[in-house]
């Protein structure tokens, strides 16, 4: 593949069946572009996980997937109110999610570490009240 694909996504935190649409269809794009199951699998996980995310903590926000020589990068974007211990928050079972969250199954806290469990490489950028920048890369050959 010599050219760069990037395909963006908006996603509405107002709507908790429409969180996941943004992965299935990048799941979509990356067969069709004849990528390799696990390589669709590792980064259609970690883009749902962060999709839910930017649902339940931040009122929703942007996602972007760019496809390049060797690796997809997905960047999500929100203006939430920020993760105020980044460290904290990647702890396995964490979370701050509400009860009528958890109510509907999400919030277990396994979002963030998900997402560093199918990448290749993950940054948190966030800013309490300004909102969370994640970039996350899954390579392949």
Same mark, same amino acid.
């Given at each position: 593949m @010599?050219? #760069?694909l990037v395909f963006h996504f908006e996603v509405d935190g107002e709507d908790f069946t429409s969180a996941g649409q943004a992965s299935v269809q990048i799941k979509k794009n990356l067969r069709q572009l004849g990528m390799s199951p696990e390589v669709i699998r590792r980064v259609s996980? *970690?883009?749902y996980e962060g999709e839910i995310n930017m649902v339940i903590? *931040? %009122?929703g926000g942007h996602a972007t997937? #760019?496809?390049e020589? %060797?690796?997809i990068e997905i960047k999500l974007e929100?203006? %939430?109110p920020g993760i105020k211990d980044i460290e904290m928050a990647m702890m396995e079972g964490y979370s701050t999610a509400?009860? @009528?969250v958890r109510s509907l199954g999400f919030g277990a806290g396994m979002g963030l570490p998900n997402?560093?469990?199918y990448t290749d490489f993950m940054t948190i950028e966030s800013e309490v009240g300004a909102g969370t920048t994640v970039t996350m890369r899954v390579n392949y050959a």
């Open positions: @010599n050219d #760069t996980i *970690a883009m903590h *931040a %009122g997937v #760019t496809i020589e %060797g690796y929100d203006k %939430g509400p009860d @009528n997402m560093k469990r």
